[in-house]
Nanobody, 115 residues
Framework: QVQLVESGGGLVQAGGSLRLSCAAS????????MGWYRQAAGKQRELVAR???????NYASSVKGRFIISRDNAKNTVYLEMNSLKSEDTAVYYC?????????WGQGTQVTVSS
């Protein structure tokens, strides 16, 4: 079992920045992909950014150039640097970790961008 704990969400003005962190604990052996998804009110959960253990990353087109995902394998932690935030980035952000083909999810952290 892998437990994920997110931190760093909050309220920010449009154009501002936030940094999310997600630390994995428990049985963290060979966690493969880690990433971030988000779910806005009334919408489906969507990919924000995802990175492999080797550091290859992909981003949703809506955040490319504004968000940066990074990872510290030694700490089993994934980060999301969010810049130039827009009101449409408002959502609950969920951390994901994939281990042996199974997806573990964090409890989510709220990000609210005021215009």
């Amino acid at each position: 079992q892998v437990q994920l704990v997110e931190s760093g969400g909050g309220l920010v003005q449009a154009g501002g920045s936030l940094r999310l962190s997600c630390a994995a604990s428990g049985s963290t052996f060979r966690i493969n992909d880690m990433g971030w998804y988000r779910q806005a009110a009334g919408k489906q959960r969507e990919l924000v950014a995802r990175t492999t253990r080797g550091g290859f990353s992909n981003y949703a087109s809506s955040v490319k150039g504004r968000f940066i995902i990074s990872r510290d394998n030694a700490k089993n932690t994934v980060y999301l640097e969010m810049n130039s935030l827009k009101s449409e980035d408002t959502a609950v952000y969920y951390c994901l970790a994939n281990q042996f083909g199974y997806d573990y999810w964090g409890q989510g952290t709220q990000v609210t961008v005021s215009s």
